[in-house]
Antibody
Framework: EVELLESGGGLIQPGGSLRLSCATS????????LSWVRQAPGKGLEWVSV????????YYADSVQGRFTISRDNSRNTLYLQMNALRGEDTALYYC??????????????WGQGTLVTVSS | DIQMTQSPSSLSASVGDSVTITCRAS??????LCWFQHKAGKAPKLLIY???TLQSGVPSRFSGSGSGTDFTLTINSLQPEDFATYYC?????????FGQGTKVEVK
């Protein structure tokens, strides 16, 4: 069974940094692209970033470009999101999702339960 | 970026009803469209991919159709567990944008 478990969320002051992790199991990690999606309070789903299976291709939403960095450790079956220069509008529940393919666009066939990031002073 | 517009934003229905949700893309995306079900506090669930292919384990009362720019999700004979928020997402290009969601509520 595919499992994705996010961690690393919390309360952080504006301008601060946080690193989210997504530990996975139940599939061959190095064969699939992975993504981060977030949901701000009372809002819909927002695509944040994607990384290909090899890690060679990474893409970001305009709203986080230059501040967030997606990475993966294929030896630890873990996805990361380094978030710097955090803003209030980054407050959201952050989900990691597995794509059904190796490249950067495709169906999100499994999701984690999310980790909450709150940016506030 | 491709914009995805869902309608309605919410609807009220009763158990046993059929409901239809529409999703329109700002440009042609062929059949690169998914539908998700999302309940508060839970992981979103993939229902349909490639516009009309049912994900394994999803009940057959869910169906999808469309291509190009216009797509629909239909739920036949609504069940109590179907009350949730539904999102479309284009998988044609990065960023893989979502529709704004449709909340299906109990009438």
């Amino acid at each position: 069974e595919v499992e994705l478990l996010e961690s690393g969320g919390g309360l952080i002051q504006p301008g601060g940094s946080l690193r989210l992790s997504c530990a996975t199991s139940g599939f061959t990690f190095s064969n699939f692209a992975l993504s981060w999606v977030r949901q701000a309070p009372g809002k819909g789903l927002e695509w944040v970033s994607v990384i290909s299976a090899s890690g060679g291709n990474r893409y970001y939403a305009d709203s986080v470009q230059g501040r967030f960095t997606i990475s993966r450790d294929n030896s630890r079956n873990t996805l990361y999101l380094q978030m710097n220069a955090l803003r209030g509008e980054d407050t959201a529940l952050y989900y990691c999702a597995k794509l059904a393919v190796a490249h950067s666009t495709g169906d999100f066939d499994s999701w984690g339960q999310g980790t909450l990031v709150t940016v506030s002073s | 970026d491709i914009q995805m517009t869902q309608s309605p934003s919410s609807l009220s229905a009763s158990v046993g009803d059929s409901v239809t949700i529409t999703c329109r893309a700002s440009q042609s995306i062929s059949r690169y469209l998914c539908w998700f079900q999302h309940k508060a506090g839970k992981a979103p669930k993939l229902l349909i991919y490639a516009a009309s292919t049912l994900q394994s384990g999803v009940p057959s009362r869910f169906s999808g159709s469309g291509s190009g720019t216009d797509f629909t999700l239909t739920i036949n004979s609504l069940q109590p567990e179907d009350f949730a928020t539904y999102y479309c997402q284009q998988t044609y290009s990065v960023p893989q944008t979502f529709g704004q969601g449709t909340k299906v509520e109990v009438k």
